[in-house]
């Protein structure tokens, strides 16, 4: 049996962990480091950087290095590096090929196999994105899996009684908050609620405006420039200031040389209290304790419910998270466990678990939007049209089958359309759109007369199967909305890409082919082809 | 009212009276035998069986207990009550699927 993988693949950092005897442990790079900065650059002789060395370039470099293109999943966006646009996915997959071939170094042998996480409140095509990514990079795809939930899967309850652990993951771009039974090796997830868009991402760009600002009044109102590179050098001095204020009281940022007017060099000197900090990102934290109150109430909970929360991502190193959460829910003892690294360890885990290897757990997870159709409803103003009716409520637990009957709204009407929505707004177009098709030829009948039944299959891997059903003579259409064949992209696109990443793999010092040697090395009865 | 539950009960493997315990204990055992990835249609019975019983009212409550005397309605257990209701008709609709099957 193949070596099976767990990716955490993070908007900040991203790692690659495997069993051994059933123990999960994150496998480190040539230099014993642990996490993979999520960064990707060209260096100015076009050559490809991941990690470390596009970290490093990104100050003087910014217009060649991409970071938290997790950010950007299931959008349109695309980024230039050196000849040739890139999409998210293909960043993405940039990272996890070179997690991939860290993990074939070390361990000698090929990889295919894998589970890669995403924030629990990752959408539908966020999801989509994200296995796409894994596929450019050469991996099969086991699952997606909720961060929180793999989280959930490294703490060990040794207890009797069953426990309410409520997981706090606040990352580098995303928040999620999940409300998780564990019962010996049944973990269940009772309920989901997040933010795909806040985490230590933003708290770097409020600092960073709070730095201009100091600059401007110490230089009798001179601007920071809007250039990329200052900004650059700015977003990073706010993001080391952050971290430090993790540790310490004060800090003091020193950015010489940020703006040259005329002759002479202006220098950014400023000292930040971790109080000053605190009051930038406040209004964010509020936010997300909000998001825990919508997740009890999911699950049908009250704060004395809960026997623990566990705090997950590297912006819970932020003492105000701690304390606000704390306050929050008061009474609840809160602790953290390895807040970079549990989520891949679970990631790992779950792999185990898929691949059949002997690791006893068991995984019931929710879905954290409510999938449904637009239809006519009453409403407190009446009927009203393009109103969403959810078939599959939030959290409820996946795989699932769910169906609904609606009536024709007028006489003789020969056609439905069924528009399928994920979202909670009670306008369907509010919603995220996933698709539509119609019932046609329908009998002549009054309106309100002829059934048609709606039926929702939602699977494991996302893919969500809608059949209607019109009751009288039978007639039936369906749709599937991330099969294999309807997905946004085809299988060619899929090699051109993979293929594209190859090449620039290839390039690098350190090229696959070495690595295939390297392996082809390591079995003694391999044959020169 | 226990006669359609009884499916539920065969499912999870336990007969009535059982205790919420005893039901989640089932469910539990059942999940490990039958896992979503690998076993989805069961897995979809469980979880159904396991949602009704968990909603049903409790078998084992005694009904010559003592009570004091009720003389308002109380509107949670209207809500209550009406939830089970709708919650059994959704089940009575999953049974007919998987019994086709």
């Known amino acids: ?529 | 009212m226990q006669a359609h539950l009884q499916v539920h009960y065969d499912r999870l493997g336990i007969s009535p009276p059982a205790t919420p315990s005893d039901i989640k204990a089932a469910y539990h055992t059942q999940l490990k035998a039958f896992p979503a990835h690998s076993h989805p249609i069961e897995f979809k019975a469980i979880r159904a069986a396991y949602e009704a019983l968990r909603k049903a009212p409790k078998a084992d409550e005694n009904f010559f207990d003592v009570r004091p005397v009720e003389a308002k309605i109380d509107q949670s257990v209207v809500k209550q009550l009406r939830q089970q209701v709708s919650a059994t008709v959704e089940v009575t609709l999953e049974d007919l699927i998987l019994l086709t099957f």
């Open chain 1, 1 to 529: 049996m193949g070596i099976v993988v767990g990716i955490d693949l993070g908007t900040t950092n991203s790692l690659i962990a495997t069993l051994d005897d059933g123990q999960p442990w994150v496998i480190p790079d040539d230099e014993g480091d642990l996490l993979l900065p999520s960064y990707v650059g060209m260096s100015d002789s076009n050559q490809l950087l991941v990690g470390q060395s596009a970290m490093r370039q990104y100050a003087a470099a910014p217009e060649r290095t991409v970071k938290s293109i997790k950010r950007q999943m299931g959008t349109d966006y695309s980024v230039t590096l050196g000849d040739r646009t890139y999409s998210p996915q293909e960043i993405s997959a940039i990272l996890l090929k070179s997690l991939k071939q860290r993990a074939e170094s070390v361990l000698a042998e090929e990889i295919t196999q894998a589970v890669i996480t995403v924030p629990a409140y990752f959408t539908d095509a966020q999801r989509q994105a994200t296995k796409e990514a894994g596929e450019i990079a050469g991996f099969e795809v086991l699952q997606i899996l909720n961060e929180p939930t793999a989280a959930a899967l490294v703490f060990d309850v040794r207890a009797e009684e069953p426990e309410n652990v409520l997981v706090y993951d606040l990352g580098g771009g995303t928040f999620d908050v999940s409300i998780v039974e564990i019962a010996g090796d049944v973990t269940e997830v009772l309920a989901s609620h997040g933010n795909n868009r806040l985490g230590g991402d933003d708290f770097d760009r409020q600092l960073q405006r709070h730095l201009a600002d100091r600059f401007s009044q110490a230089h009798d109102g001179t601007l920071v420039p809007t250039d990329a590179a200052t900004q650059a050098r700015l977003l990073q001095a706010a993001e080391q200031a952050k971290m430090a204020l993790s540790d310490h009281a004060f800090t003091t940022v020193r950015e010489p040389f940020l703006v040259s007017e005329g002759d002479a060099a202006l220098h950014l000197e400023a000292e930040i209290a971790r109080e000053d900090f605190e009051n930038l990102i406040k209004p964010l934290l509020k936010d997300t304790l909000e998001a825990i109150d919508r997740a009890l109430a999911d699950a049908d909970m009250t704060a004395e419910d809960l026997d623990r929360v566990v705090l997950v991502g590297g912006s819970t190193r932020i003492p105000l998270v701690q304390q606000l959460v704390e306050s929050h829910l008061p009474g609840v003892p809160v602790s953290s466990f390895e807040v970079d690294l549990c989520v891949g360890l679970g990631a790992a885990l779950q792999a185990g678990v898929l691949a059949g290897e002997a690791v006893s757990s068991i995984l019931v997870d929710v879905t954290p939007h409510s999938l449904g159709i637009a239809a006519v409803m009453d409403t407190p103003m009446g009927r009203m049209p393009d109103m969403f009716s959810a078939i599959i409520p939030r959290n409820t637990v996946i795989p699932t089958s769910r169906s609904q009957v609606y009536h024709t709204s007028y006489d003789y009407q020969e056609a439905v359309e069924i528009e399928v929505y994920q979202g909670e707004n009670a306008i369907a177009r509010e919603n995220v759109p996933l698709g539509s098709f119609r019932v046609e030829e329908l009998p002549p009948k009054p309106g309100g007369s002829l059934q048609i039944e709606v039926h929702f299959d939602f699977d494991l891997n996302g893919i969500l199967t809608v059949t209607a059903t019109e009751k009288g003579q039978g007639k039936k259409n369906s749709l599937a909305v991330n099969d294999t064949e309807t997905r946004r992209l085809s299988s060619h696109d899929l090699n051109q890409a993979r293929a594209a990443i190859d090449s620039l793999f290839e390039a690098m010092p350190f090229s696959l082919e070495d690595l295939e040697a390297d392996l082809a090395g390591e079995s003694a009865d391999s044959e020169e082809e």
